[in-house]
C-alpha cells in the first residue's frame, strides 16, 4: 500500500477516534508526517500540511465526515494525496530558493568583503540554522572580539545581508530577512 494512503487512512481513524481532550487536530497532522518518515518517504518531518488543511478547512473536514457518515475513503485520500502533492511542490520551491539566496549571499561576500569574507561566509552559513543574530552571539561562533563582530555584521548590513531590527543602540539583534520571508504565506 502507498505510504500516503497508510498516512491518510491513519490520519482519519485518528481523527474520528479523538483521543485527547487538546491537541487531537495538531498530533493528527502530525502523525501523517511522522508516518512518512517512518516509512521512508521522508528523511526529516519537513513537510508542513497544517498550512495546506488549515487552508481547505472546510473541504478537509467535509472529507473527514464523509469517511464517517458514508465511508467515502476515495474522495478522501484523492483530497490528501492531492494536498501533499501541492505542500511537496511549495517545499520544493522553498528549497531552491533557498539554495539560490545561499549561493547569492556567497558571491556577495567573496566580492565585498575582502579579508573578512572568510568570517563572514561562516557567520552568513549559521544564518541558515539561526536566522537572527546579536553582535555577542556572531562574535562568540566566531571566536572573534566583539569590537570585530560588530565591525563584520555592521558590513554585512551594508550588503543587505542582515537588516537590525529592533532600532535599539545596544543589545541589537539583526536578522536575515530575506531568508525568514522565505518561509512567509
Known amino acids: 500500500m502507498p505510504a500516503v494512503?497508510?498516512?491518510g487512512l491513519m490520519h482519519a481513524q485518528f481523527e474520528t477516534i479523538h483521543p485527547f481532550f487538546d491537541g487531537n487536530g495538531r498530533v493528527g497532522r502530525q502523525l501523517i508526517v511522522l508516518s512518512l518518515c517512518e516509512q521512508g518517504i521522508l528523511h526529516k518531518p519537513v513537510l508542513y500540511l497544517s498550512h495546506y488543511l488549515k487552508a481547505h478547512r472546510t473541504e478537509y473536514y467535509r472529507h473527514l465526515q464523509a469517511v464517517r457518515d458514508d465511508g467515502a475513503w476515495e474522495e478522501w485520500l484523492k483530497f490528501l494525496v492531492a494536498g501533499v502533492a501541492a505542500v511537496a511542490a511549495e517545499s520544493t520551491d522553498t528549497a531552491r530558493a533557498i539554495v539560490a539566496l545561499r549561493e547569492e549571499i556567497r558571491e556577495n561576500l567573496l566580492t565585498h568583503l575582502g579579508r573578512a569574507a572568510a568570517s563572514?561566509?561562516?557567520?552568513s552559513e549559521r544564518l541558515f540554522d539561526t536566522p537572527i543574530l546579536g553582535v555577542k552571539q556572531a562574535?562568540?561562533?566566531l571566536g572573534i572580539g566583539y569590537a570585530a563582530a560588530n565591525r563584520l555584521v555592521d558590513r554585512m548590513v551594508e550588503q543587505g545581508i542582515l537588516v537590525e531590527v529592533t532600532g535599539n543602540a545596544r543589545n541589537r539583534r539583526f536578522a536575515c530577512q530575506r531568508y525568514i520571508a522565505l518561509f512567509d504565506d
Not at 563572514?120 to 557567520?123: C, F, I, K, N, V
Request: aromatic content about 10%; proline content about 0%.
Open 5 to 7: 494512503i497508510k498516512a
Open 139 to 141: 562574535a562568540e561562533y
Open 120 to 123: 563572514a561566509l561562516r557567520l
